[in-house]
């Protein structure tokens, strides 16, 4: 999400740099050569350019976190990691999840009960990585996989997203099986937090 911000901050200074710079330039000509009327107009249309394409590059951003699953993946499994480092309780982490639109109405995380059992430590301070691509794409519904790393211990988890009006929403959230882990060799993991 980070590279996206980043991204989304280089379009803007790329746009709205020679914008400004330039109606500048010609904006202040025209008040020194006394046509001042000339001049707040295009000082108004400058400013009413720039709000409507700073409205569209937002809505742009929105859209692209939403659209594209590893931003959505990267979103949920932050929220996660608060819960499992104990910021927030199952019950906060299900209302963030759907206040922040990346959960459907019948989300299913992972039970306190799957995250002893595999091995979390509560209150412990992890290290994260996701999947790099998703995997059992069958169009409207995908998964991609998180590597939880604490103490020496690793942990995969994996979360189900069906794909709504432009938007992946998570359906399920579960810690990976032993047999699964066995076939996810060949996957390769982006760090999302050291």
Partial sequence: MRAARIVFWLISILIFAPLVVLNGKTIWRRWKDGQVKSAYVRLALT?????????????????????????????????????????????????????????????????????????????????????????????????????HQVEGRTIYTAVRFKFYDNKWKALEHWVVSQEEIQKMSDIKFIEIRP
Wanted: with cysteine.
């Fill in 47 to 147: 400013v009413v350019a720039c709000l409507l394409i700073a409205a569209f590059l937002l809505s742009l951003y929105r859209f692209t976190l939403g659209y594209q699953l590893p931003l959505v993946m990267e979103r949920t499994i932050d929220i996660f990691t608060r819960r499992i480092e104990g910021e927030i309780d199952i019950t906060a982490y299900k209302d963030l999840m759907l206040k922040s639109g990346l959960a459907d109405v019948g989300f299913r995380p992972v039970p306190e009960e799957d995250l002893r059992q595999a091995g979390f430590i509560i209150g412990g301070k992890y290290s994260v990585a996701i999947s790099e691509q998703a995997y059992d794409n069958n169009g409207d519904t995908a998964v991609m996989y998180a590597r």
